[in-house]
């Protein structure tokens, strides 16, 4: 009896295929439908009001702070990020047991909770007692307030970010670089090529898609930051860390204006696909695929 | 030439343990100092008489057993749960053939690109609806399903050479005997491998509960750790604080250490 039933390959994949649309679609459907209403989860009110919350984010200074903040952010880390995983992929990929222990050291903040890592560098970064205002003060420079000045918060989350996900990024051009056989490299050494024509004319057109890869996910990862503001600024000071997904969440649980979170909601996934797209039909071209 | 390329390596290689190594022997000194010894200046690494009373304050004034073992329920609820969730329908999109299979295997997957945070208040909504808030419900059953481990599964079921599942069935094994006695037994690192992920991922996780609770009855270990930062005396112990942070790091670390080359080359694999 049992047996009958679970031969159809229905019942099997049932309970995944329920959940996702109760869990996944469901509320993604459900933020269009919210971001047209006036909801007032105090009195639990609700009325239609169309396109108002759409145009009250597009009339409200903030958004437009926030979106440049968030602009800033995906750039450096996205960038900054690929780069030094890239250089240190090229540096450590030989398996030997330094480079081992290398990796092991650079992943194990990937692995950590965001709140042990934000912990720790509010600790080291603290403008008073901090470590790292000590070494520059020892070394002669001028300390900083990190966090706690506006001129210095983006750049504080950005350096806290590109420190905790670049083992991650670093073992993804391993793995890739792991898959260039290696008799392409022996050719070419037989043909007297350099270590930097290697480097430019094998290594990075066969990485490509690996970097391609990291690229799209590093951007949307970095659009969807939240715990490293929420945990170190809570967006300020004068919301100079506020990014999006922090900003739609203060709308929607500190203001409580479900609606107008919901459209933000809406833009920011409109935003995550046009980019997903965008750098696909763009990239796709100039990657080479073996 | 080879001189040079040398030389960048060891440079590159004292930068990075001194960026990645030095700010956890921080957290650990710290852990260890008394409040003066922690806010001295200059700073000493090593403390002078290690405070390990500091752990004793950071366990009181977190109520550790409390919330580690919420932390613990939501973990392993989590991690069971989907892989009774996700292999069944691993299973079926890997090895049988049916109608609509691709659209339905497409319609799981969309989760995989869409990021968890773009809905999240909507998802507030339904939990709330559901009066799952503040219970473990809310916390457990919205992430029971994974698009990633379905995937990871599915790939992974996918290897099973068909000729194994036919001498299963000339065998006359059930369907339940083939998951459990053949695909499950086969694709043990993987299977392991996703509830390493998970567990890593929940033990972790700070958004959900900070979202989905509104009180302290079943909110998880990140938050309170993170609530000793600026706590009622209004002054920062940092050595209190970092003795917490170490509470929440060193489980996750063991099993990093214990399943070290296996974890990494598993997250390699899992974005392939």
Sequence with gaps: MVNKILRNPYVLIAPA???????SLYPAIFAVQVSFLNWDTVLGTKHFVGLKNYINIFHDPVFWKVMRNTLYYSLFTVVIGMVLAFLLGIFFQEN????????????????????????????????GRGILNYVLHQVGLPTLKWMM?????????????????????????????????????EAAKLDNAGRFTRLFRITLPLLSPTLFFMFITATIASFSSFDIVSLMTKGGPENSTNLVVYWIYQIGFLQFNIGKASAGSVLFMLFVSIVAIANYYFFAKKVHYQ | MRYTVKAMRVLMLLALVLTFAFPFAWVVSTSLKTYVESIQFPPDLIPHVPQLVNYKTAWIHIHFFHYATNSVIITLSVAFGQLLVCIPAAYAFAKKKFRFSGILFALVLVDLVLPTQVSFVPMYVLVSDLHWLDTYWGLIVPFVFSSFTIFFLTQAFRQIPEELLDAAKLDQASELQIITRLMVPISKPFLLTTLLFTCIGKWNDYFWPLVLTNSEAVRTLPMTVKSLVADTRGVTHWNEVMAGNMMLIIPVLVLYLTANRFIKSAFVYGIK
Excluded: E, R
């Design chain 1, 96 to 127: 030997k047991w330094v480079d081992n222990l290398v990796q092991s050291i650079i992943f194990t903040p990937h692995i950590l909770s965001s709140v042990s890592i934000t912990v720790m560098w509010m600790w080291l970064m603290d403008p």
């Design chain 1, 17 to 23: 295929v329920i959940l996702v649309c109760v869990f």
């Design chain 1, 149 to 185: 000045s506006p001129d210095t918060s983006l750049m504080s989350i950005i350096i806290v970010t590109i420190w905790k996900g670049l083992g991650y990024s670093v073992m993804i051009v391993i793995a890739g670089l792991q898959s260039i056989p290696s008799y392409i490299y």
